[in-house]
């Protein structure tokens, strides 16, 4: 079953939803106020994809932008809607919101052992570029860092 997905910013009401995804995605999950703090920074970017006939909140993603690069915070899909497409939904509104801006990249971190986060980033065009050692404070996991160059604005099409 395919649901209908709607992408828009997320807002502060979000936050109960961000948190149960969140817990639900993560061993050391950000706290309500590192949400709350990052949907009221100007220099953040956070797009929550709603399944349209519940109105749920089905996944997020939080950016930042910083001189040289949107720094890709955190993104996390219901376990019930992962492997439909949305975090690509949502990654590729991000570009879709920020090509042709300047010449920022993009960037994150994903533990070295989540082969299916990184199989995704890969497919977006991010690449391998280097490794956190000890970055996650539950195990000390390593991070490989990914990079993705800047997206330039869409070529106009003739009809």
């Given at each position: 079953?395919?649901?209908q997905?709607?992408?828009?910013?997320?807002?502060l009401?979000?936050?109960?939803?961000?948190?149960?995804?969140?817990?639900?995605?993560y061993?050391?999950?950000?706290?309500?106020?590192?949400?709350?703090?990052?949907?009221?920074?100007?220099s953040?970017?956070?797009?929550?994809?709603?399944?349209?006939?519940?109105?749920?909140?089905?996944?997020?993603?939080?950016i930042?932008?910083?001189?040289?690069?949107?720094?890709?915070?955190?993104?996390?899909v219901?376990?019930?809607y992962?492997?439909q497409?949305?975090?690509s939904?949502?990654?590729?509104?991000?570009?879709?919101?920020?090509?042709?801006?300047?010449?920022?990249?993009?960037?994150l971190?994903?533990?070295?052992?989540?082969?299916?986060?990184?199989?995704?980033?890969?497919?977006?065009?991010?690449?391998?570029?280097?490794?956190?050692?000890?970055?996650?404070?539950?195990?000390?996991?390593?991070?490989?860092?990914?990079?993705?160059?800047?997206?330039?604005?869409?070529?106009?099409?003739?009809?």
């Amino acid at each position: 079953m395919t649901n209908q997905i709607e992408l828009k910013r997320l807002e502060l009401r979000d936050l109960a939803e961000i948190e149960e995804i969140e817990r639900s995605s993560y061993p050391t999950p950000w706290s309500r106020s590192m949400f709350a703090s990052e949907l009221s920074k100007p220099s953040s970017l956070c797009l929550g994809a709603h399944d349209v006939d519940s109105g749920r909140l089905v996944g997020y993603l939080v950016i930042s932008r910083y001189v040289d690069a949107w720094h890709v915070m955190n993104i996390a899909v219901r376990p019930d809607y992962r492997r439909q497409g949305i975090a690509s939904m949502l990654m590729n509104r991000l570009f879709d919101l920020t090509s042709g801006r300047s010449r920022r990249g993009y960037t994150l971190e994903v533990r070295v052992s989540n082969t299916g986060a990184i199989k995704l980033y890969e497919r977006l065009g991010f690449k391998p570029r280097g490794v956190r050692r000890g970055y996650y404070t539950d195990n000390r996991e390593d991070a490989l860092i990914m990079w993705k160059d800047p997206v330039q604005e869409p070529v106009a099409r003739s009809s």
